[in-house]
Nanobody, 125 residues
Framework: QVQLVESGGGLVQTGGSLRLSCAGS????????MGWFRRAPGKEREFVAA????????AYADSVKGRFTISRDTAKNTVSLEMNSLKPEDTAVYYC??????????????????WGQGTEVTVSS
């Protein structure tokens, strides 16, 4: 069983930065690809970023490319999302996920089997 706990959300002004972290527990979590999805108020869940178990492959939504960076520490079973140049449209609940996903399917939520409870990010204009 894998459990994921997110942290780092909060309120930030437009143009600001936040760093989200996700700690995974369970001996197999380091074998999984990990990623971030988000759900904005009134909208469907959408892919943000993902990274393979080795860290050798990453994927980003077009809306966050160049602003967000995903990284992981396999030894610590953590994945982070550095978010810069934040915009009001980045406001959402951000969910950490882990699963047996591989390119080119990293952006599809159905390939992930484990999800965190979410952390809220609010970007004020």
């Amino acid at each position: 069983q894998v459990q994921l706990v997110e942290s780092g959300g909060g309120l930030v002004q437009t143009g600001g930065s936040l760093r989200l972290s996700c700690a995974g527990s369970g001996r197999t979590v380091s074998w999984y690809s990990m990623g971030w999805f988000r759900r904005a108020p009134g909208k469907e869940r959408e892919f943000v970023a993902a990274i393979t178990w080795s860290g050798g492959n990453t994927a980003y939504a077009d809306s966050v490319k160049g602003r967000f960076t995903i990284s992981r520490d396999t030894a610590k079973n953590t994945v982070s999302l550095e978010m810069n140049s934040l915009k009001p449209e980045d406001t959402a609940v951000y969910y950490c996920t882990a699963g047996d996903a591989a390119p080119p399917l990293l952006q599809f939520p159905s390939v992930y089997g484990y999800w965190g409870q979410g952390t809220e990010v609010t970007v004020s204009s």
